[in-house]
């Protein structure tokens, strides 16, 4: 392959992704409980509002939660340099469901952004802590550092889950952990656009990811300030982590599955792979919230639900079967 | 010119570098020898700035490492170190071009794209350049590395190791590259400081050498002083025979 075809294919498939979004997009504002009522050939008044208040910033949210939090995932795995880490399994979202807890605990009529911003600092000590820690794994392990992650993240969760039981706020725990559309109106969603924002900002920073991916040595050797570098990946994904906990609950395998499969057959430079990165946790969220519409009409199924089933198994998938490929 | 000043180095109480006082000439091609554990990647990698500096002073070119800003010190070195391991997909036309990211911290420009081609054209990279590192033997990796170190367009390039894991036909290639680079262009051409072991390749390509042992500089000076049986028997503390060969040192140390 020349770099010119690798280009176009680059090209092809941003289209391509584009195209299925907008597609899904599409049959998301028309799939639900209530009926879309037509008048003539246009919608009426009141499927406006039902249009306005519910559909679309559910697809919002489904799109936003899925894109920020695939690229959450890929920024974490570069930082780490490690495939196989992701914010729900290094005890990042434990840490933001702590913050969360302590502060609805202690001061129930905080202001959700408050709450959001709370979540977000005890995230950000929550994976400063599991970085600490996955420093003085060897490198010759890969798998010891998500195994590492699943134990802190256990314990984080374990104390979460006392605090929580102690206090008598199981029900919400049950809220922040299974990422959930159904209750999304306009109104209760918009703080999500900040952590599609975030995901924006950090393309820019796209090749210093990369290089910070490539290993301290090499990093240093091209002048990459090191420190800036983590600085702006541990606020991206603890913020996306909070706002997602906050707002939807968490959805897991996204940050995991998603980044794996794009890198199989992208590799990961950043800079080409971010718009498909963020594309594809897009779409899978967002066809897992549809399937969850439909499957069991007129009830509903959470999209974490569904898309820790479909996630999951592509996951052994990647796992299990290593690529051949030969130019 | 490379200075190193009362340069001491410890891990722990183990003391790695004692004491090392040492100018590196703009002289071409340096060759670091010495035993395993000498304290060699210790030293590269002080003066690429990869480790802290305990105690002394290094500076490049007048510019001092410790005080220099790194993104300015990435225009003015590079350092291609004795193991590379990347866990993340990168393709070797990637990796190669990501050597260009001081110089234009963004997008690649035209000047970027040509030092690219002509570093993977070096290594005989070009029928490789679209596949991922992963799909890459060992050797082919470390050419790849090689050529980004190559593409950064430093005026000292620093290689540890260079000829790991590769065959005769490309360990010479490299060799043949550095000593040409290291003569062509303005200002004297590049200037390589480079760890090797294949001794053979030191006395046919090097022009000036340095010999570590124990953390100590043991010997320096042009290859044909350095090179000889009496010396090199000591440092390694192994019998070591050295003949000629087309007016060069040719030592025999396998037999
Ligand atoms: N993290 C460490 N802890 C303790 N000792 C270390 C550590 N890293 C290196 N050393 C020691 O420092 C000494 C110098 O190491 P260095 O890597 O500089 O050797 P070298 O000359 O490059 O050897 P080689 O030819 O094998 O590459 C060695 O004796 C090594 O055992
Ligand atoms: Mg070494």
Redo the contacts with the bound molecule.
């Keep these: 392959m020349t770099p010119a075809s690798a280009f176009s294919n680059t090209r092809a498939s941003y289209l391509a992704m584009a195209l299925l979004l907008t597609l899904l997009c599409g049959v998301s504002l028309f799939v639900g409980t209530a009926d879309l009522p037509w008048a003539g050939n246009w919608l009426d008044r009141e499927a406006l509002k039902i249009l306005l208040i519910s559909r679309l910033p559910r697809t919002a949210a489904a799109v936003l939660t899925g894109s920020s939090m695939a690229v959450a995932g890929i920024i974490m795995q570069l930082l780490v340099r490690n495939r196989f880490v992701e914010p729900g399994t290094t005890g990042t979202t434990e840490a933001a469901m702590l913050g969360l807890l302590l502060v609805t605990l202690l001061a129930p009529s905080t202001p959700i952004f408050l709450k959001m911003v709370i979540a977000a600092i005890s995230a950000l000590i929550g994976m400063g802590g599991f970085l600490l820690l996955a420093r003085r794994l060897p490198p010759s392990q890969p798998l010891l550092v998500p195994l590492v992650g699943l134990i802190y993240g256990g314990i984080i969760g374990a104390g979460v889950i006392f605090i929580a039981y102690q206090a008598d706020m199981l029900q919400y725990l049950a809220v922040w952990m299974s990422g959930e559309f159904s209750g999304v109106l306009a109104g209760r969603y918009e703080l999500l656009w900040l952590a599609g924002a975030m995901a924006v900002l950090a393309y820019f920073a796209a090749d210093q990811f990369t290089i910070a991916g490539l290993g301290k040595s090499a990093g240093v050797s091209l002048g990459l300030n090191y420190g800036q570098v983590m600085a702006l990946g541990l606020l991206t994904v603890s913020m996306v982590t909070a706002l997602v906990v906050v707002t939807i609950g968490m959805v897991p395998f996204v940050g995991l599955v998603v980044p794996n499969i794009v890198s199989r057959f992208m590799g990961d430079n950043l800079r080409a792979n971010l718009p498909i990165v963020a594309g594809l946790g897009g779409i899978l969220v967002l066809a897992s919230d549809i399937i969850g519409r439909v499957v069991r009409f007129p009830y509903e199924i959470p999209a974490g639900t569904i898309f820790g089933v479909f996630g999951a198994t592509i996951f052994l998938w990647l796992l299990l079967s290593r690529p051949a490929r030969a130019s | 010119m490379i200075s190193i000043r009362d340069v001491n180095h410890n ?2 109480s ?1 003391r ?2 004692k004491d090392i006082n040492l100018d590196i000439p703009r002289a071409g091609a340096t060759a670091i020898i ?12 002080l003066v690429a700035r990869l480790q802290p500096l305990q105690t002394g002073s290094i500076s490049i070119d007048g510019q001092d490492v410790g005080k220099t800003p790194t993104a300015q010190i990435a225009k003015a070195l590079a350092i291609v170190s ?1 193991q590379n391991f990347v866990a993340s997909r990168l393709r070797v036309r990637d990796l190669v071009g990501f050597g260009r990211w001081p110089h234009h911290r963004g997008r690649m420009g035209p000047e970027d794209h040509e030092a690219v081609d002509q570093a993977l054209a070096a290594f005989d990279l070009l029928s490789f350049q679209s596949r991922f590192l992963d799909e890459l033997s060992g050797g082919q990796q470390q050419r790849a590395f090689v050529a980004m170190g190559f593409a950064q367009g430093t005026d000292w390039l620093l290689l ?2 260079p000829l790991n894991n590769l065959d005769m036909f490309h360990a010479r290639a490299l060799m043949k590259r550095v000593h040409g680079v290291s003569r062509s262009g303005a200002a004297g051409g590049r200037q390589v400081l480079m ?1 090797v ?1 294949e001794i053979n390749y030191v006395a046919a390509w090097a022009d000036h050498v340095v010999a ?1 042992r124990e ?1 100590e500089v043991a010997l320096q000076g042009a290859p044909e002083e350095i090179l000889t049986s009496a010396a090199l028997s000591g440092l390694y503390e192994m019998d070591i025979q050295v003949s000629e060969h087309q007016g060069r040192p040719l030592v025999l140390h396998h037999v």
Excluded at chain 2, 34 to 45: C, D, E, Q, V
């Design positions: 891990i722990g183990a790695i570098l010495g035993p395993n554990g000498a304290g060699k990647s210790t030293l590269l990698n004795q540890d190791e760890v072991h570590l953390g």
